[in-house]
């Protein structure tokens, strides 16, 4: 199974800031790789799909990058709302597999 | 709109067996892949497996073989899951997802089902 580490379970973020949360995988997963948002007793929402593909209704202030191995997901400007935990998962292989999340405090 | 409208939660004595529920709308059901992903409190994600309502094709995470049972009623557009031999490890929150290229990206989610096993 590919392995999926985000190297910050948590991130002491400001409103109006910007984020950068990371994710690795242990193998290459050829920008198969997706993030979620999820916030308490919510489902996770697909952001971003192939890396850099922001899904629809999905604000601009939130971006993807990344490839082979490393994967980033970026928000500018931070909002009250997009305090959350956030998960990479990976679509390359079976089974998928999700990163242990990264949850954003604010400061 | 696409829904994924989950049944209630559960409370089950170790040892018992547990069907969850996923009634879909707002799409075509036979279409798409519906995964099932467990979560632990106050931990990740964990991907259980898929079928496929069209044809009734399944595929498990090797680790949930002879836990997790899907299937799929097409004429209710509804998937379910039963969980056998529940112990205290498969107390958790229970989601749904649709997915439409069977690539494992999920798009929508179900709201999720609690099941918590204890006696």
């Known amino acids: 199974d590919i392995q999926m580490t985000q190297s910050s379970s948590y991130l002491s973020v400001s409103l109006g800031g910007r984020v950068t949360i990371t994710c690795k995988a242990s193998?290459?997963?050829?920008?198969?790789l997706a993030w979620y948002q999820q916030k308490p007793g919510n489902a996770p929402r697909l952001l971003i799909s192939g890396a850099t593909s922001l899904e629809t209704g999905v604000p601009s202030r939130f971006s993807g990058s990344g490839s082979g191995k490393d994967y980033t997901l970026s928000i500018t400007s931070l909002q009250t709302e997009d305090v959350a935990t956030y998960y990479c998962?990976?679509?390359?292989?079976?089974?998928?597999?999700f990163g242990a999340g990264t949850k954003l405090e604010l400061k | 709109q696409v829904q994924l409208q989950q049944s209630g939660p559960e409370l089950v004595k170790p040892g018992a067996s547990v069907r969850i529920s996923c009634k879909a709308s707002?799409?075509?059901?036979?279409?798409?892949?519906i995964h099932w992903v467990k979560q632990r409190p106050g931990q990740g994600l964990e991907w259980i497996g898929w079928i496929y309502p069209g044809n009734v094709n399944t595929k498990y995470n090797e680790k949930f073989k002879g836990k997790a049972t899907l299937t799929a009623d097409k004429s209710s557009s509804t998937a379910y899951m039963q969980l056998s031999s529940l112990t205290s490890e498969d107390s958790a929150v229970y989601f749904c997802?649709?997915?439409?290229?069977?690539?494992?990206?999920?798009?929508?989610w179900g709201q999720g089902t609690s099941v918590t096993v204890s006696s």
């Open positions: 193998d290459h997963i050829n920008n198969w």
């Open positions: 707002g799409y075509t059901f036979t279409s798409y892949y």
């Open positions: 997802a649709r997915d439409y290229y069977g690539s494992s990206l999920m798009d929508y």
């Open positions: 998962q990976q679509y390359w292989s079976t089974p998928p597999t």
